[in-house]
């Protein structure tokens, strides 16, 4: 095959890997944004309290969060491939001993320990899908495209979150848990068979890409102990944990205060993450200002977890909410959670151009577990901030985090693309 012919082939099928890395995204991410949508159902389902909710939500978190950074290790050492199938495949098993072991009947009703360890097992193993899906696109695709890329695969998880909101309460309720177990792990299965069918290295011929790759210098500082690159995974981390207190309690805000459309309310939400991601990667690609783009999320996202809890704090001093406050509560959530949640692409791409394409395994999987840290810790926060205060109190917790992030996130500079680990 001539250079040119791999070249044109590699520019035609690099689609298919972004098509992969988003399903394979998507098939875990509808497992740990799509179960809390069914907190309500899970909550009597198992026959829960609120604390125990939030533990067995968290769980899930928990073990992302351990399994994230040897994932990512891995796959720098290993390579996208052997570690995304090998992800797949264990997860869609984990999903379906759950659907025949972990799910309540009318006769039985699984303990918590049993509940607690299938989702923490899911979490542990659904952790590969990561960083190595994240490595495939970045090796993939050139700079100037990788911000969209990369907010494209972003869009998995307010994708499979609009799925998960639409399709797994409606499963639970008249099918049972069994059901949604069983339907996530065939999820799995599916992405399994096109992962194996389209995912590999990108060809030896391909100048841009692969050629620089193989010949860039290993970047001077070791990920591990990258300050810069630190603070961008702390900053990533605090800014997830209002993002997560909308996903894991956002369904039960709306039931235990407004009585509103919450499956309506929650797929809108995720639906308009979706395009942010595409529109804010594609944008930065185009202005070379990923770092500006950040820094005005946070502030974005601070000012509107500070009017939501203004805006609650008002229904609340209301003898009853009535029609019209429960569309401007509805509508003031979507808004803020579509806020805090359109930046994702474009920080993964940050970081990952920072740390080279070497090393970009092992920085993702850095970030992922700095977010599922936040991920497991708010479902257990979220209870007690509620035993001590109220709603109001949640949401401004929430501005306060995003305000605590922009203080990590570095400044903005001049040419912000032209770093030396640039280099794919």
Request: aromatic share 8%; charged share 10%; glycine share 10%.
């Amino acid at each position: 095959m001539s250079q040119s012919a791999a070249f044109s082939n590699n520019r035609r099928h690099r689609w298919k890997v972004l098509g992969v890395g988003v399903a394979a995204n998507a098939s875990f991410s509808v497992a740990f944004s799509g179960i809390p949508i069914t907190a309500v159902l899970i909550r009597s389902g198992y026959h829960l309290d609120n604390a125990e909710l939030g533990l067995v939500l968290g769980l899930m978190g928990l073990g992302i969060a351990i399994s994230e950074l040897p994932w990512g290790l891995l796959t720098d050492r290993w390579g996208d491939r052997p570690v995304l199938l090998s992800g797949l495949a264990t997860t869609a098993a984990a999903l379906a001993l759950m659907a025949l072991f972990v799910s309540p009947t009318a006769g039985h009703v699984p303990g918590l320990p049993l509940l607690a360890a299938g989702l923490l097992l899911v979490g542990l193993l659904g952790g590969s899908v990561n960083g190595s899906s994240g490595r495939a696109v970045m090796t993939w695709f050139r700079e100037g495209e990788r911000g969209m890329a990369m907010s494209i695969r972003q869009t998995a998880v307010p994708l499979s979150g609009a799925a998960g909101a639409l399709i797994l309460p409606a499963l639970a309720a008249h099918s049972g848990f069994a059901s949604v177990y069983g339907v996530l792990a065939l999820f799995c299965g599916v992405t399994l068979f096109f992962t194996w069918l389209w995912l590999y290295e990108p060809a030896a011929t391909d100048a841009d890409k692969t050629h620089a790759t193989r010949n860039a210098p290993l970047p001077a500082t070791a990920p591990l102990k990258d300050r810069q690159l630190w603070r961008i995974v702390a900053t990533i981390g605090i800014l997830c944990a209002p993002q997560f207190a909308i996903l894991s309690f956002g369904s039960v805000f709306l039931h235990d205060f407004s009585h509103a459309a919450i499956t309506a309310a929650m797929a809108a939400l995720q639906c308009g993450a979706m395009a942010m991601r595409v529109w804010s990667g594609r944008w930065t690609d185009r202005n070379r200002n990923r770092r500006e783009f950040l820094r005005f999320c946070t502030i974005s996202s601070a000012t509107a977890f500070a009017a939501l809890a203004a805006l609650v704090a008002l229904a609340g001093q209301l003898p009853a909410v009535g029609s019209a406050m429960a569309t401007l509560l509805i509508v003031m959530l979507v808004l803020t959670g579509v806020c805090v949640s359109a930046w994702h692409g474009v920080a993964y791409t940050e970081l990952a151009t920072i740390a080279g394409a070497r090393n970009a395994g092992t920085a993702l999987g850095m970030a992922n577990t700095s977010v599922f840290v936040m991920c497991f810790l708010m479902p257990l926060a979220i209870p007690h901030i509620l035993t001590l205060g109220n709603w109001p109190a949640v949401w401004l917790a929430g501005s306060v985090c995003a305000l605590v992030a922009l203080q990590f996130f570095p400044k903005p500079v001049q040419a912000t693309m032209a770093c030396p680990q640039e280099a794919f």
